[in-house]
């Protein structure tokens, strides 16, 4: 493994209702010493309709009515998202967020894209162009959390940050709650939560918990497909399998994922000033 951070915890699935609460209010401690340790005046997240963001909704709210923190939601939609996912995020948005807006991107995105040199209709431009998608939404949360004393949430989990799956600049804030959950600790996390919300939140939260992962960034039909895979359990069974050292593994596609996207877990690569003095 390339990875030195892999603990006894990292193979170990959060299931029981017990262990989903306890890992919930742990999360919520957290954040809420973070947000008062640090004096902030809002949280702002990216809401794009799927499990992830509406998870965070759900998970911060009750965080920020604690603390007194304005939950500020945004889905920024540019060209590629479809009608259901809009619809999801406006449900989570309005069903969570103090503050909340639809913004749709795609003139101000169509603007620069004629700037981009030599695309086409391959993969290659579609991961270009959906990065830059990412980017330009990420351009709009943060001036949002600096207009507004605030920070931007992460919505990354932990098997798309093993995978790479995720748009350096443009999918990664100031703070990520549960990086360190797997996807589908993720999904059961957010049913656990479903059980004792109120019905207009519920019904928000399963909506995005019941649809079909996606990025929304035109790039596939589904996050599934680009990760090779039939489920997110599938794709953690195979990731949890090589950490705890299955080395057959090591030519799976998703095992090349995690492993030619190591230098993303590592940004800014950097020189170490001990090499930069000469040593006689």
């Not at 809401?47 to 304005?70: E, H, M």
């Not at 995105?109 to 990412?134: E, T, W």
């Not at 004393?149 to 990520?176: C, M, P, Q, R």
């Amino acid at each position: 493994m390339t990875e030195k951070n892999f603990s006894e915890y990292t193979t170990r699935l959060l299931s029981t209702d017990t262990e989903l609460s306890y890992a919930i209010n742990a999360m919520r401690v957290k954040v809420t010493a973070y947000i008062l340790d640090n004096n902030l005046k809002s949280i702002v997240l990216g809401i794009s309709g799927g499990i992830d963001s509406a998870f965070a909704a759900a998970l911060l709210r009750p965080v920020c009515d604690n603390t007194n923190t304005k939950l500020i939601g945004r889905s920024i939609t540019i060209e590629t998202n479809t009608a259901e996912e809009i619809e999801r995020a406006n449900m989570v948005g309005l069903a969570f967020c103090h503050d909340y807006k639809y913004l749709d991107h795609t003139d101000i995105y169509l603007k620069y894209k004629v700037l981009l040199p030599d695309l086409d209709d391959k993969y290659l431009s579609k991961l270009r162009m959906g990065n830059a998608k990412a980017r330009f939404r990420m351009m709009a949360l943060y001036d949002l959390a600096q207009l507004n004393k605030g920070l931007v949430i992460s919505t990354d989990n932990y098997t798309e940050y093993l995978t790479g799956f995720w748009t350096l600049h443009g999918d990664v804030g100031d703070y990520a709650p549960f990086i360190n959950l797997w996807k589908t600790e993720v999904y059961a996390c957010a049913k656990y939560l479903c059980k004792n919300l109120p019905n207009t939140q519920a019904e928000a939260l399963k909506f995005c918990i019941d649809a079909v992962p996606t990025d929304g960034l035109g790039i596939s039909s589904s996050d599934l497909e680009q990760l090779g895979e039939a489920s997110y359990a599938d794709v953690d069974q195979v990731l949890i399998q090589y950490i705890k050292g299955n080395t057959d593994l090591e030519h799976n596609t998703l095992i090349q994922r995690y492993l030619n996207s190591e230098y993303k877990r590592r940004i800014p690569i950097n020189i170490n000033r001990s090499t930069l003095f000469f040593k006689e």
